[in-house]
């Protein structure tokens, strides 16, 4: 038992001074005063129209009072999860993208590894203390959220809401966690921590500008005229489009955060006149909802977790000298 506990301990320390080098930075006070602006002036705008978003009785979900403070616009503003599809990324980049290198050039790395530590605890307590932060973070937002509406509102939340809340942090951690991966495996990859984070800032403006617009060019000059086309190949044509777009992750963020806090959602593709015929417009059961976004979920998670792996590999098999 005393065995177990000295072997764990390092790790502890690890995480424990990864987490006070983080909150000390100047970065990452930047992105932290950046993403709590927005949050405020999101909410600030929701509170605005709050009233008439609750009150449009064709709306299935205007029963939602604490999903609609997170979805509720005027359009001067996007609402916070828009935001949080643009400024996650960026978070999970500045926590990890110097994360191995900076140790190697700053001269720490070597003695880190002269020290009884298993090499792969340095790794894990990189990424473990960066997930705690942005966890804190992003329940204290929720929290906020929750605790100012009710004391302007005086609405009781109810449990559905309370678990669309939680699955949204649950999704936003899981998307922060994939950009942190890849930003640390870049670190390993590239000795000059400036490289590995233009590289991360890259695939990020990729994936967010430019992949859309190489998938509408392909589309345009590869498939043929919809006027010639009949309904299914039309369906099959959109549903072949919204998967070559689910390759970017932030596609696969915002199809999984806009079902889970608009629970009139009920599919992701393209319906047809027949499917449509018979639905009732009502929110779906929060069980269902995950349902449909499971696909999305799991991709993410598969995403984070090879990035990761590839992480492991390259740093396991790294030499670490002078």
């Known amino acids: 038992m005393k065995s177990k506990s000295n072997d764990t301990r390092p790790f502890g320390v690890m995480v424990h001074k990864e987490i006070a080098d983080h909150v000390r930075s100047w970065r990452f006070a930047t992105l932290i005063t950046l993403?709590?602006?927005?949050?405020?002036?999101?909410?600030?705008?929701?509170?605005?129209?709050?009233?008439?978003?609750?009150?449009?009785?064709n709306d299935p979900d205007h029963t939602f009072l604490y999903l609609k403070l997170l979805t509720t616009t005027d359009n001067s503003i996007p609402p916070f999860h828009i935001f949080l599809s643009f400024l996650a990324p960026l978070l999970g980049i500045s926590l990890g993208f110097d994360a191995?290198?900076?140790?190697?050039?700053?001269?720490?790395?070597?003695?880190?590894?002269?020290?009884?530590?298993?090499?792969?605890?340095?790794?894990?307590?990189?990424?473990?203390?960066a997930l705690v932060i942005v966890s804190s973070l992003f329940l204290a937002l929720a929290l906020l959220m929750i605790g100012g509406g009710l004391i302007l509102t005086g609405v009781r939340m109810e449990p559905q809401e309370l678990l669309r809340i939680l699955g949204f942090i649950a999704i936003t951690i899981a998307y922060v966690a994939f950009w942190l991966s890849l930003s640390i495996?870049?670190?390993?990859?590239?000795?000059?921590?400036?490289?590995?984070?233009?590289?991360?800032?890259?695939?990020?403006?990729?994936?967010?500008?430019?992949?859309?617009?190489?998938?509408?060019?392909?589309?345009?000059?590869?498939?043929?005229d919809p006027a010639l086309l009949t309904q299914a190949q039309i369906i099959f044509y959109n549903d072949l489009i919204l998967n070559l777009q689910r390759v970017a992750p932030n596609q696969l963020y915002t199809d999984a955060i806009t079902?889970?806090?608009?629970?009139?959602?009920?599919?992701?593709?393209?319906?047809?006149?027949?499917?449509?015929?018979?639905?009732?417009?009502?929110?779906?059961?929060?069980?269902d909802s995950v349902l449909i976004v499971w696909p999305q979920i799991s991709g993410l998670l598969a995403s984070t977790v090879c990035c990761f792996a590839l992480s492991y590999y390259l740093f396991m098999r790294r030499e670490i000298r002078s």
């Open 259 to 287: 079902t889970l806090l608009m629970p009139s959602v009920r599919s992701l593709g393209p319906l047809t006149m027949e499917q449509m015929a018979g639905a009732i417009p009502s929110p779906l059961a929060f069980k």
């Open 35 to 57: 993403i709590v602006l927005t949050f405020i002036a999101s909410m600030y705008v929701s509170l605005a129209n709050i009233k008439s978003a609750i009150g449009n009785a």
């Open 100 to 129: 191995i290198n900076s140790e190697q050039n700053g001269g720490t790395l070597t003695r880190l590894m002269a020290q009884p530590i298993y090499r792969d605890n340095l790794l894990l307590a990189k990424f473990v203390s």
């Open 185 to 224: 495996m870049l670190s390993i990859r590239f000795k000059q921590a400036a490289t590995s984070a233009l590289t991360a800032i890259g695939v990020w403006l990729f994936f967010t500008i430019f992949y859309q617009l190489v998938i509408n060019l392909i589309v345009k000059s590869c498939l043929p």
